[in-house]
């Protein structure tokens, strides 16, 4: 298959931004040509209408205001942006003069103030265009939350209380005209605001702003040429001229913008509905211990979420765990045709057959830098992958990228635990089993060698030391055997303690008292070695016959007290190196938590350790001996 790389976002943008260049100028040069039109045929186009369509019309450009308003308003509670406040004062002011000054005077039956009302129209197109101007120059200021609701309400409160001063005033001047010109001027300064509002939309860049003010130019432009209309043919009531037309061609445009930009919000809502289930069900493998399971739950999630064959390939590893009819050499073929990417990477694989055209994308799996992997997803077909899989994937591919990486951080300190483990059972094997049955070799070569015969107490000491010999071997045996599923930690050690007094010979009592709580599976494995550890001691050091275990809560943690009735030993003496005393040192302190030991001769040991309920990731733990 031939590689044909797919087009990229910049052309995409360039070609989308052509489009919108050949828009504009159409639009322009047809409102162009209705200006000619109507300067050379003043009377065309006009009709008649009756007061009913009068209302009709009115009533809706006043919610379609209304409705934009709206929209914009929550537009700029949910981001902040003040250009999004002035855009919703602008409507909200368009909508009050179509209440004020369109269907109050028709429903009211203003007659006597029907030279007026056109007058007050135009001033408050005036003060919604000089918002609408400003507007743009706004596109990089943003808003605290704490103000975002105090400034809507004072937009609204101030809206309303411009469209009440207008019609207050033109009920009130009753008859009164004014001179015609200044009508006109009043249409022509609300004609070159809009203007101004619609070239400065038209220039704020596209990620700056919200991506329906393109839409929004377009109309601002339709809006200015209506009024450049009412300037050049004066309103006449009951007869529907070019600047009416223009005027609902303008709400028009705003009820389909508004309906494209819900669409299109849906259409994202959607999209971020169906990230979050992504994300959701990759975040909650089976078991995070497994490594292949978790590769092969992300290829599966993956494969469901893009539709598509997946595989992950490890960073210096066989590892690999691909959906079903992925080829194997998909990889290769990708990394050939140039996606060893920094960032996702698409490309479609073709030989001219429709039928076998395949869409790859390839995402590196990092974590702070370190790169762990490949994740390459391919599907039949030449539609590839489209801008919002792209960013799906990306996100996908973060997610993915910690899971692996916690994945194999528990594979190697669960290697790290197996080779310690090793470690310590190799040393008790040497310390006890091997020099036990080191001594017996000996022993009966000697035997062997002598002349004379044996006697019972030779065959006692050999008892003695082989009953020694198998209680080392058990008790290996039940350091190393698994702990129930399901047992809490007080449990866990409660059962160990009295499979040791039954190996050991050692009279082991458990006490457990009030409420326990449970810790971390880290904390939990730490605390049953440093327990393991102190019994041993006792085992093999004390020569006691009894043994007492307490298990308490407090502090938020959890304590072990074990207390033997042995020999016990002089802190005063060296103890590195003695009795496992700096294993069980450094186990504590690696989980944040408290050592102390307290021991005489003569009266026994005490060990007792304490450990936190929760882990630490920086622990502060101390030892202490008494």
């Not at 059972?425 to 009966?444: C, N, P, S, W």
Request: net charge neutral; aromatic share 6%; glycine share 8%.
């Amino acid at each position: 298959m031939l590689p044909q790389q797919n087009p990229t976002t910049g052309a995409r943008r360039s070609l989308n931004r052509g489009s919108e260049y050949v828009i504009a100028a159409l639009v322009v040069l047809a409102l162009w040509g209705l200006t000619v039109v109507s300067f050379s045929k003043p009377a065309s186009p006009a009709f008649s209408h009756t007061v009913i369509f009068n209302i009709a019309v009115t009533t809706a450009s006043l919610l379609v205001s209304l409705g934009a308003a709206y929209f914009v308003l929550i537009e700029f509670t949910l981001y902040g942006r003040l250009t999004s406040l002035f855009v919703a004062t602008a409507f909200l002011l368009f909508g009050m003069a179509n209440g004020g000054m369109g269907l109050v005077p028709e429903l009211w039956g203003w007659d006597g103030q029907a030279q007026l009302v056109p007058y007050g129209w135009a001033a408050q197109r005036v003060v919604g265009a000089a918002l609408l101007l400003a507007a743009p120059l706004l596109v990089d200021r943003e808003i605290p939350v704490v103000r975002r609701r105090q400034l809507v309400g004072a937009s609204v409160l101030l809206t309303l209380l411009v469209s009440a001063g207008v019609a207050t005033w033109v009920w009130h001047a009753g008859t009164s005209t004014l001179p015609s010109g200044v009508q006109t001027a009043i249409q022509l300064l609300a004609c070159v605001t809009l203007f101004g509002a619609a070239a400065l939309f038209w220039r704020a860049p596209r990620e700056e702003i919200s991506p329906w003010f393109f839409g929004l130019a377009l109309a601002l432009t339709v809006a200015g040429f209506a009024e450049l209309q009412y300037a050049i043919h004066p309103y006449v009531p009951g007869v529907a001229q070019l600047g009416d037309l223009l005027r609902l061609v303008f709400y028009s445009g705003i009820l389909l913008i508004l309906g494209a930009e819900g669409s299109r919000g849906y259409r994202k809502l959607r999209w971020q509905a169906r990230e979050l289930s992504a994300l959701q069900a990759l975040m909650t493998p089976a078991s995070v211990q497994d490594l292949p399971r978790v590769i092969q739950h992300i290829v599966d999630v993956a494969g469901r979420t893009f539709r598509a064959n997946a595989q992950v390939i490890l960073s210096g590893r066989e590892d690999r765990q691909e959906g079903e009819d992925a080829p194997h050499d998909l990889l290769g073929v990708a990394q050939r045709t140039g996606l060893a990417p920094q960032e996702v990477q698409t490309v479609l694989l073709s030989d001219g057959d429709d039928a076998r055209a395949r869409s790859v994308a390839a995402l590196p799996l990092r974590v702070e830098g370190r790169e762990i992997g490949t994740l390459v997803v391919d599907r039949l077909g030449r539609s590839g992958f489209s801008v919002q899989d792209v960013r799906l994937l990306r996100a996908f591919g973060v997610q993915a990228s910690v899971l692996l990486e916690r994945s194999l951080l528990y594979e190697e300190v669960a290697a790290g635990a197996i080779i310690e483990e090793r470690s310590r059972l190799a040393r008790e094997i040497h310390d006890g089993l091997a020099q036990h049955l080191a001594f017996l070799k000996m022993r009966v070569s000697w035997l062997k060698r002598s002349p004379a015969a044996l006697d019972v107490g030779q065959l006692i000491d050999l008892e003695t030391v082989l009953e020694t010999a198998l209680t080392e071997a058990r008790t290996a045996i039940t350091t190393l055997r698994a702990e129930p599923e399901g047992t809490s930690t007080a449990e866990a050690i409660s059962s160990y303690a009295n499979e040791f007094g039954q190996v050991s010979g050692l009279v082991v009592e458990v006490d457990a008292e009030g409420e326990v709580p449970e810790v971390g599976p880290k904390v939990r494995v730490e605390l049953m070695r440093v327990v393991q550890e102190a019994l041993n001691n006792v085992r093999k050091h004390a020569n006691a016959k009894n043994v007492i275990i307490h298990i308490t809560g407090h502090d938020g943690g959890m304590e072990v007290s074990i207390h033997d009735d042995g020999t016990g030993f002089s802190l005063k003496e060296e103890l590195q190196g003695h009795f496992g005393m700096d294993i069980m040192n450094e186990r504590t302190q690696s989980i944040g938590g408290q050592l102390d030991v307290v021991s005489a001769p003569r009266r026994g040991t005490n060990v007792r350790v304490w450990v936190p309920a929760q882990e630490t990731s920086a622990p502060k733990a101390f030892s202490r001996l008494v």
